[in-house]
């Protein structure tokens, strides 16, 4: 016949059991309270992966007296759809004034510092211009003759860069699509050829769609410029972080320029971003 064994305990072994119970209870309130804490930082983590995304976008085609940029518009119009898929609430400017760029630069950052942002993206297509190493984005109503007017009549680069800094984004990216040469009648003393290069500020990308110094005429895929089409097919494959996107823009832009349109970038981003997750 089958008997269940008595259990005996001395007084040792008793007080041994009491202080593993104690010590067992305590390792699991100890457990139960990181995995408190880790779902709530995994929440968090969560949150900003798909966080807020705002981008900016302008597409600056009918100048009032400089040369009309046939494809600026579309452009414009391709990389604002290719960001909405990825997640970015867009603000389009067709065409703008200065007035109107200097608004909707200013309303970009108000929206943007509003709540904690994961990327604030500035994408411009259009007629840009270098003056002593300064960058200046053209607006249609600007007509420039002399280099001075660049200052105060453009858009200098350094006014996009500081209103993301300000807004405090996780990541800020700006992409100057300026490949054309000088747009102005002549050449006013002081303007150079091609964009500067410029340091991005901490948690920034700058992307020019030719290298710093160069031109290109910008090409055209579709209706589209050699850049802007690549640029958007890039953001739309999963997977591709923010330095390995860029890289395909290159080689893309490359390859359909015949090495005459090299794509240019520099970042001071820590990390990896991507447009669509892998």
């Known amino acids: ?47 900003v992966s798909k966080g807020l995304r705002l981008a900016l976008v302008i597409g600056n085609a009918q100048y009032d007296s400089a040369p009309d940029l046939g494809h600026a518009r579309a452009d414009a119009m391709l990389v604002a759809q290719a960001l909405g898929r990825a997640g970015f609430s867009v603000t389009p400017l067709h065409d703008g004034t200065r007035k109107q760029m200097e608004d909707a630069l200013a309303a970009f950052q108000r929206k943007l510092g509003q709540q904690e942002a994961e990327a604030g993206l500035i994408y411009y297509a259009g007629h840009g211009a270098q003056l002593q190493g300064r960058n200046y984005l053209i607006p249609v109503d600007a007509g420039i003759n002399e280099a001075n007017e ?30 054309r040469n000088n747009p102005f009648g002549g050449t006013p003393q002081g303007i150079n ?62 390859e359909l320029s015949e090495a005459q349109q090299v794509p240019w970038n520099t970042s001071s981003i820590v990390g990896d971003f991507y447009f669509h997750p892998p």
């Not at 089958?2 to 259990?7: G, Q």
């Not at 699991?28 to 949150?47: E, K, N, P, T, V």
């Open 1 to 47: 016949m089958f008997r269940t064994p008595t259990l005996t305990m001395d007084r040792g072994a008793m007080m041994w059991r009491m202080r593993s119970r104690k010590a067992g209870l305590f390792m699991s309130m100890f457990l139960a309270l990181g995995c408190l804490q880790l779902s709530a930082f995994g929440a968090h983590a969560g949150d």
């Open 150 to 179: 660049a200052d105060a009549r453009g858009i200098e680069v350094g006014s996009l860069l500081d209103a993301l800094r300000q807004a405090k984004a996780w990541v800020n990216i700006v992409i100057l699509d300026t490949s």
């Open 193 to 254: 050829r091609g964009l500067a290069p410029v340091d991005p500020p901490p948690g920034t990308c700058i992307a020019y769609s030719t290298a710093p110094g160069s031109v290109a005429d910008g090409g055209e895929k579709a209706g589209n410029g050699h850049y802007a089409a690549a640029l958007a097919a890039a953001i739309d494959r999963p997977g591709l972080s923010i330095d390995q996107l860029f890289k395909t823009v290159r080689r893309t832009v490359f």
